[in-house]
């Protein structure tokens, strides 16, 4: 049995200051947030309380050495204006195994499921119809001792907080293939959604982003011969027609978007496999003209096509098609989470 969550509701909702056709991502939160910490050997004090500051010692150690862990899921409402969460179970198993790999305790399966639905419920209104619209989820977890030894916390802190989502990328993009920087590397914590995997591939996406791409694709950290991941998200090449995307190693975040198409293309029939792909094989394809599509795949991004990529110099430009995989995928992962399509594998879970 779940400890009970004390529920502080706020007074007026917030929800009417924002213009829905006008906001960008990850910049408005709802009106309350989960939070529970870890003292004394367990979670302890589960709260939904109003979104709010929170209080921190300047020696607490997440600011010294980011000891963090975040998930991102999202909520979808259909026609009937009921609410479904997209394969949850798949978030709950990846931030536990974050956490081991962060030295950081794991949260219990009931409590994590309670406070996720009776968040959620509580926002249910935030969560709105229409194209590329939902309610964007953020659990994250972090290291709250007063204290700067560099060791893992005693004591911690796991939020839930709630963001509008709208399209994360409303074109195409340009990337850079990366030859110097990584974003991973073997026996690290690449796999893991840790904090510091993003904020380490912030200073190359800006010296990209100065050059006019838009993300970087990551190689592996060795030789920088191998595609691992898109910017933020896993990746996928069309050549002819089969669909190839990079075996989940200790190097590649297990994304849901990424397994959800991989079973989606699979159910259409199309050609999968899951192989190590080189940056000269990608740009032997895209010379004979086998290329067809590359896209990136993940829960804020949801499916992002890809059009042109640069590799030491050399910029590869890719044709506009009719069938796409990448259209065709999305909209089938859309139409499950949204309540459109059948489930045939029990994916969406009712809040
Ligand atoms: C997600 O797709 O949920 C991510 O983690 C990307 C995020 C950094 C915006």
Redesign the pocket.
Known sequence: MSQKIEITRIEKSKINDLDFNNFS??SVFTDHMFECDFIDGKWANPKIKPYQPISIEPSASVLHYGQAI????KAYKDKNDEVWLFRPDQNFERINKSAVRMAIPEFPDDLFYDALTKLVNIERDWVKHGDGRSL?I?PFVIGNDYAIQAVPSKNYKFMIICAPATL?YTKKLKVLVADKFSRAASGGVGYA?AAGN?AGQFYPTRLANDEGFDQVIWTDANEHNYLEEAG??NIFFRINDTLITAPTTDTILD?V?RKSLIQIAKDNGIDVEIKKLKVDELKNAAKNGSLKEIFGA????VVSQINAFQHKGELFELNELDNSYAEKLKSNLVGIQTNQLADHHSWRYKV
């Open positions: 991502f990850g975040f998930e991102g899921m964007y953020r994360y959604k993003y933020t998200m994304g978007t993940g829960t804020a991004a």
